[in-house]
């Protein structure tokens, strides 16, 4: 450092929302964001998260070669206003040969004044950035202000300890990483310890910028951070909201730089998730322009937690749901569904489906004239109801959310183009054990799921008396063996040394195994564990391989 008595530097972390594709409503969230800054926050800095031009991650657009054109448009009228601050901005970056990088662009006197280069590029679970950009080969350090020199680096640079030791070599005296880190179950924490050992590592401060909102699966939790380099957290922005978080730099002669800024509360796990699910659909509504959401409310704890995440997200007035009794359904399921929505304040009809599955009977007398009832009647219900809230969907023009969790979508205890029918999934990677922590978290903010919607034994309600555990293990016993086999790769040989009925392990890995059909054909949901079915977890839909233990 320069031989300084004293000096402050102020950096805003712009913890935003960004729409994938929207090149202009983007540029004008940094605009504002960049004269907020300079002009109400007095800040000397701004960073961004990553690829906060294009949102993240835009796929395909990237091989767009109109795409990239009005990114490099934009960026000259962003760098216009950076008169009097600098802003560190996630980007493409193509350079003259045609190659395209992952990029953070510093602008500073209305000009750039350097591009860092992503040098680790992501190609695991959602991530495939090989397909889209060459790595970078060097790190990228510039002098912010005399006296501060800042290694810049993107989001999966910090996980690896080479990138952070070169900036360290070039004479770096923080790290500024932008990110665009999704949410999943634990990933705080590990966050956290990456960029503490970074730190121990450097002996430098790190400044982890993360973008917030929902994109398809995805959501981005924000929890932005501004760690010192003795390794204690000094800033943390809010989860799942946008901020411009303040973080004060303080450098002297000879002493390291000491970091200053407000710490927010950090959520229980269960609010974390619940956040989570919230920001997932009310995104997805909001981004995609529909005008609310519908969905089937039968009096069960599912359709119970999808209603009021709906409700949380939009608002009552944006929310439809409707219960379609059949000759099956109970009383107590009506009363607790006309219950919720009463205590929602929503928009709530009742249509039986009688009608329809007497309709589709009769129509069908001839074919099974033969055939004994069996699940084909149970299914006719089911898609009985899904034509219900398609109609009214098409209508309306509002979303219909599928209720059905990620224990039943493993084992395919769903109905194709039934209770699976619908534009959005919210619980679709949710354990059904998972599923009553929430309701019981929801609760505690203010009841709006009664009680004996929480315990009474799950149903179906498509045969006389039917309980899910007629044809399912416990749920305690399923989830377990499914957390086993899907997100830890166990074997069925594993699972049952692990503990759990061999009968039980065998049926379940046989369902998980032959429903990949239907998974496939699911709507998309909010991605909140390690290995979300879809893009995380690609197995092939005709398979010979089985994992049965004996």
Known sequence: MNNLIESNYRIVIAQLNPTIGDIEGNSQLIINAIDKACEQLQAHCIVFSELMLTGYPPEDLLHRPAFIDACEEKLKYIADHCENITAILGAPYRDNSGELFNAAYILKDKRVIGIAKKQCLPNYSVFDEERYFTAGETSTVVELHDGIKAGISICEDIWY??????????????????????????????????????????????????????????????????????????????????????????????????????????????????????????????????????????????????????????????????MMPSQYTADMSQEDAQTEANTLGIEYHVIPIEPAFKAFNEMLSEVFASSDKDVTEENLQARSRGVVLMAISNKLGKIVLTTGNKSEMAVGYATLYGDMAGGFAPLKDVYKTKVYDLCRYRNSLGEVIPERVINRPPTAELAPDQLDQDSLPPYDVLDGILKLYLENSRSGKEIIEAGYDVGYVNDTLNKVDRNEYKRRQAPPGIKVTEKAFGRDRRYPITSGYRNTAY
């Open 161 to 322: 300890e080479q990138p952070a030791a070169a900036i360290r070599q070039a004479g770096a005296d923080i790290i500024i990483n932008l990110n665009a880190s999704p949410f999943h179950i634990g990933k705080y924490q590990q966050r956290i310890n990456t960029l503490l050992q970074r730190v121990k590592e450097t002996g430098m401060p790190i400044i982890y910028v993360n973008q917030t909102g929902g994109q398809d699966e995805l959501v981005f939790d924000g929890f932005s951070v501004a760690i010192n380099s003795s390794g204690e957290i000094k800033a943390m922005a809010p989860s799942f909201k946008d901020a411009m978080h303040v973080v004060d730099l303080t450098y002297r002669e000879q002493e390291p730089i000491q970091i200053n800024g407000q710490i927010n509360e950090r959520p229980t796990s269960d609010a974390l998730l619940y956040q989570a699910l919230v920001c997932g659909v009310r995104d997805y509504v909001n981004k995609n322009n529909f005008s609310g959401a519908i969905l089937g409310l039968s009096g069960g704890v599912d359709s119970a937690l999808t209603l009021a995440i709906a409700v949380d997200a939009l608002g009552a007035d944006r929310v439809t749901a409707v």
